[in-house]
């Protein structure tokens, strides 16, 4: 019997049809978009860019949408040679989501959010946060014709993260008092048939396309043997994860694999989690990897059930050691990272000195962002400056060099 493409309840196991517009089941629960029969292959996509709608067979947004792009994802699978060979690491790459149009991962989910928007005859976009997310809210609505929306706390936001969304002219909306009172308060009214679209992280749309990565790796390595990703929310290593299964599934793989996920000590519910089994929210979260920094993720349930079903594990890495990181890959390898994208190669450090990882193994690290995403970081860096007065000084200088 045919199986058709639906959304379905993770906990109530309720479904809906694809075409729905909620984000939430009626019973709170986050919803996850089961792909149903599909004639996908890899032959199919050869001849197709590398971008994220090269899988448009596995991204099941209705065929009149009209797809809203910008070229994301295709992003570049980079060689560690020096990093592998001063660290004693084996076959260790990264995959540089920096290099998607707003700079970080994010692109890939909003393209798919932005399309589904539209589809839905919405009129503008709305997100609660300051960082990558809306940043590529914003781009996208923009590229769509529609109004960014962003929802800010009044309490403690790094003004350095607003410049993207000024250039884009979003809409910020300061909220005084309860900023979850004020997030309730938006999904509510988004269910009266409001004709903004929430593109939060619960949204499943954003979902079909961050999983894109995970068909990319396959594509240019095959199946690694960990994929180490850091972790605030826990959305993208779910999606790597859901796409990796989907491609098992499929009989196109023929294992999946083991998901390593790295989270800021200082905000880490999720490995407390997993190593005590008691959930337990942050409330005070603290990291300099401010992408990272979150005290209660929407999908920690679902990141315990990845590490638990891909045999993988959770690690926790403090900010010397993210810093430490995020100088190392940059000086060994020249490639520029956001903070929480360190955290992979920190993270991966770990689990060698615990023993999670073998050095026999090879691992792909999903680098989130791009380094020019904290202007505030890299200018807090020290400058290797020397002073000369002469040509002659000058001169001198550079032969001992
Ligand atoms: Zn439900």
């Known amino acids: 019997m045919y199986e058709p493409n639906k959304l379905v309840c993770d906990c109530c196991e309720r479904v809906y049809d694809i075409t729905n517009k909620r984000i939430l089941c009626d019973c709170g629960c986050l919803l996850t978009i089961e792909i149903g029969d599909t004639d996908f292959n890899w032959s199919i996509v050869r001849g197709r860019p590398m971008e994220v709608w090269r899988y448009r067979e596995l991204i099941p947004t209705p065929r009149e949408a009209s797809i809203v792009s910008m070229g994301e994802g295709g992003t570049p699978l980079i060689e560690m040679v020096r990093l592998n060979s001063v ?24 393209t798919v959010a932005s399309t589904m928007a539209l589809f839905f005859k919405c009129r503008a976009m709305i997100v609660a946060s300051t960082g990558n997310t809306a940043s590529s809210m914003s781009a996208y609505a923009r590229r769509a014709g529609l109004k960014p929306i962003v929802i800010i706390p009044s309490s403690g936001v790094a003004r350095g993260k607003l410049g993207q969304l000024k250039l884009y002219g979003a809409l910020i909306v300061e909220v005084s008092g309860g900023f979850d009172e004020a997030m309730k308060a938006v999904i509510e009214y988004s269910k009266i048939g409001s004709d903004i679209y929430i593109v939060n992280s619960i949204n499943p749309w954003r979902i079909e396309g961050q999983k894109t990565i995970a068909y990319e790796i396959i594509e240019q390595h095959g199946v690694p043997d960990w994929v180490v990703v850091p972790v605030g929310n826990g959305g993208n290593i779910y999606s790597i994860w859901k796409g990796f299964k989907e491609i098992l599934r499929l009989g196109l793989i023929d294992k999946i694999p083991r998901m390593l996920a790295v989270q800021a000590l200082g905000s880490s519910p999720i490995l407390r989690a997993y ?5 337990e929210p942050f409330k005070e979260p603290r990291t300099i990897a401010s992408a990272i920094r979150i005290g209660n993720p929407v999908h920690w349930r679902r990141v315990l059930r990845v590490i638990e079903e891909s045999r993988g594990a959770v690690v926790g890495v403090d900010d010397s050691e993210i810093i430490r990181a995020h100088k190392e890959i940059a000086r060994l390898e020249g490639l520029g990272l956001e903070t929480s994208s360190s955290t992979t190669l920190a993270g991966l450090k770990k689990a ?5 990882v073998d050095r026999g193994e090879n691992a792909i690290l999903v680098a989130t962002g791009h380094a020019l995403k904290e202007p505030e970081i890299i200018d807090s860096y020290d400058l290797e400056l020397i002073k000369v007065d002469s040509v002659n000084d000058l001169i001198s200088i550079l032969s001992k060099l």
Do not use: A, Q
């Not at 004693?88 to 290099?99: A, D, H, I, T």
């Not at 190593?275 to 959930?279: P, R």
């Not at 060698?352 to 999670?356: A, P, R």
């Open 352 to 356: 060698l000195e615990d023993k999670v």
């Open 275 to 279: 190593k005590s089994g008691v959930y």
């Open 87 to 110: 660290l004693k690491l084996r076959g260790v790459k990264v995959k540089f989501e920096g290099s998607n149009p707003t700079g970080s991962f994010k692109d890939r989910g909003l």
